[in-house]
Nanobody, 122 residues
Framework: QVQLVESGGGLVQAGDSLRLSCAASGRTFSSYAMGWFRQAPGKEREFVAAINWSGGTAFHGDSVKGRFAISRDNAVNTVYLQMNSLKPEDTAVYYC???????????????WGQGTQVTVSS
């Protein structure tokens, strides 16, 4: 069992940066792949980024590539999402998830956090 708690969301202006954190409970965190997804009002949940258990493999969705970066620190059971050059279209609730596969498919993830709101004003 893994419990996930996101933090770091907030209201920022276009062009600003934010770093989201996702703290995981449980001693098996380092064995899980981690992902970030987001969901804007009226839209489906969208893949943002994923990273494998060691941090050696990571990939990002096309809409955030070059602006966002996922990373993890297994020593403190935390995965991060550094978000730079934020745009109003990045406004969404951001969720972290844990699973056995590093994948863009949300149904491959077994555990989810409650989400953190990111709002980007123009």
């Amino acid at each position: 069992q893994v419990q996930l708690v996101e933090s770091g969301g907030g209201l920022v202006q276009a062009g600003d940066s934010l770093r989201l954190s996702c703290a995981a409970s449980g001693r098996t965190f380092s064995s899980y792949a981690m992902g970030w997804f987001r969901q804007a009002p009226g839209k489906e949940r969208e893949f943002v980024a994923a990273i494998n258990w060691s941090g050696g493999t990571a990939f990002h969705g096309d809409s955030v590539k070059g602006r966002f970066a996922i990373s993890r620190d297994n020593a403190v059971n935390t995965v991060y999402l550094q978000m730079n050059s934020l745009k109003p279209e990045d406004t969404a609730v951001y969720y972290c998830a844990a699973g056995r596969l590093v994948t863009v498919r949300q149904w491959d993830y077994d555990y989810w956090g409650q989400g953190t709101q990111v709002t980007v004003s123009s």
